[in-house]
């Protein structure tokens, strides 16, 4: 299997990090039913982006206007940050400072 460009495609928490390394040890292999495990794939995340709910926080003025700013530097809504701050805490990618 090829080495993926690191420049192209930096991983966003430590579970693509790991992926990204198995895939670069030849740990994977072509499925006989590439096609259909595609189409598969496709319908799932799909699926996954329906599945969104929303919530309704309330946050500190300081901390709603820290947000933006750093979305904003990130060329992020500030929706899709705190998405990607609570996804990350869920999994255990984001580690404290203590």
Not at 40 to 55: D, I, M
Not at 67 to 76: P, T, V
């Amino acid at each position: 299997m090829k080495s993926i460009d690191k420049k192209a495609f930096e991983p966003i928490d430590q579970e693509e990090k790991k992926l990204l390394e198995s895939i670069e040890r030849g740990e994977w292999r072509s499925v006989k039913n590439l096609k259909e495990e595609k189409e598969k794939a496709r319908k799932a995340a799909q699926n996954t982006l329906r599945e969104k709910q929303s919530l309704k926080i309330s946050l500190s003025r300081e901390d709603y206007e820290n947000i933006k700013s750093r979305a904003n530097k990130e060329g992020l809504s500030s929706q899709a940050l705190i998405s990607r701050l609570v996804h990350n805490y869920l999994n255990g990618s984001l580690v404290n400072k203590e």
